[in-house]
């Protein structure tokens, strides 16, 4: 079968690899019919991780059950399901308390957090930008689907990954009816918590980044768009609210924060949320800030000093604010914003900017990663 392999840094193709296949009994196998290019990809695409060339990408996928093991009982072949990127086992002591992001079934390895399907530090299993994909667990890591799913990919693939994610920024940031929300980011997870806290009831939500056409979805949504290029995010936001501050703010751009003139600052976003945001109020951080040194290897410059970041903690705690971190619990959400989905109030669809064969899954990197304008969000439809 094929699918999207990286090579070495900035160096993707379209490869023959081995079939999907069941190989525990409690496994499915699914056929890809959508799967999305994330930001988180793009730590792996530009050679900032320990992914081994050779390996498939995507852990934002859906499609159509082809195969069960004689252990599933609940997902039948031909049921439309989407898969949490979380791969999880719902039995082990993490997965027990709702944290299927910690699972320690599928992630043995204590130090490291979790498992995704073509993922760096986080197990071995294959990604999904292929044209199948095989699940473990399948019963509980497949999220089944109605019949509208084949009809509505674009909103549905949402689930496995960026709508969850942008809504736990919210609840990490304890968003209520009302609150003003202020988020960095406009990238496809800056939008997601941003328009989650608009269907929260959020009274005001400010959107910063520096990419206009990302503003224009944010502005789209019902957020304030800031131009960070012309306005200081901080400085906006208070003057906005009698100097005090948003009740609340999410971090949706990870170490990979820059100016706009492209100076990396990976704690730049983090420091303009504390300032933003009032004393005692929550701040949801869902940007990825990598551990300095995941694999053993020293770092060599500040690109690659990912854990250690210049970060004013103090202004933090002479604030009393409060911080929530890491990966999304994907499960504990993707249920309910489903059936917003399907009720027809929630259609997250509206940020995906190309929707492509899998073959042109390198010229969508590149793009992708070039943060082109018009390159928002890319579906990748295998098979078509
Ligand atoms: P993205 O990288 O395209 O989006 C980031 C956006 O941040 C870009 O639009 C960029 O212009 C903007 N940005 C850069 N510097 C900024 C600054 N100083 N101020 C304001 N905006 C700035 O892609 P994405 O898919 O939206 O991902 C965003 C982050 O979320 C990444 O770190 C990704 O790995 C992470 N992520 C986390 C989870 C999770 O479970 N926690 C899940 C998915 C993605
Ligand atoms: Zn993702």
Known sequence: MKAVVYNGPRDVSVTEVPDARIEDPNDIVV?????NICGSDLHMYEGRTSFEPGRSLGHENMGEVVETGPGVSKVKVGDYVVLPFNIACGFCKQCERGLTNYCLTMQPEPALAGAAYGFAEMGPYA?????????????????RLGEDAAARQNDYVMLADIFPTGYHATEMAGVKPGDQTVVFGAGPVGLMAAYSAVLKGAGRVW??????????????????????REQDPAEVVKEATLGLGADNGCECVGYQAHDPQGEEDAALTLNQLVDSVRFTGRIGVVGVFL????????????LEAKGKVPFDYGLMWFKGQAMGTGQAPVKRYNRALRDLIAGGVAEPSFLVSQELPLDRAPEAYEKFDAREPGWTKVVLHPGS
């Not at 056929?31 to 799967?35: A, F, G, K, L, Q």
């Not at 910063?208 to 979805?217: C, I, K, T």
Request: charged share 25%.
């Open 31 to 35: 056929r890809v019919t959508s799967t």
């Open 291 to 302: 551990p300095e040194d995941p694999g053993g290897k020293k770092a060599q410059n500040a």
């Open 207 to 228: 959107v910063a980044d520096h990419h206009e056409d990302r503003l224009e979805l944010a502005e789209q949504v019902g957020a304030i768009p800031i131009d960070t």
């Open 127 to 143: 990604g999904g930008q292929a044209e199948y994909l095989r699940v473990p667990y399948g019963d509980f890591n497949a999220l």
